[in-house]
């Protein structure tokens, strides 16, 4: 599977921000898309991921600010991120796997720079 991210970029700090993940490669597309994120000097952790039934797994972090989801048809998941604060100052990395829970991801596609300053 072949993911492909796109959305990041600047915003202040309140403000929202949607990344897109697209994967293609793949006949019966992933169970399981997630992202992660990763700040300089920290290590990678989920953010949130979904699977095709809709069952989602949100850090405790961003829940009530991040809503992830997901075109099942096209094989597209939406990370829409409101209320962004200077520590969601990330690259944030889309994933493709089997489960919604664990760390069993097969695929990652490039990461995208999102920046929130005050």
């Known amino acids: 599977v072949q993911l492909q991210a796109s959305g990041g970029g600047s915003v202040l700090a309140g403000g929202s921000l949607r990344l897109s993940c697209a994967a293609s490669?793949?006949?019966?597309?992933?169970?399981?898309m997630g992202w992660y994120r990763q700040a300089p000097g920290k290590q990678r952790e989920l953010v949130a991921a979904i699977n095709r039934g809709g069952s989602t797994n949100y850090a405790s972090s961003v829940k009530g600010r991040f809503t992830i989801s997901r075109d099942n048809a096209k094989d597209i998941v939406y990370l829409q991120m409101n209320s962004l604060t200077l520590e969601d100052t990330a690259v944030y990395y889309c994933a493709a796997g089997p489960f919604l829970y664990g760390d069993e991801w097969d695929s990652w596609g490039q990461g995208t720079q999102v920046t929130v300053s005050s």
């Open positions: 490669g793949s006949t019966f597309g992933p169970n399981a």
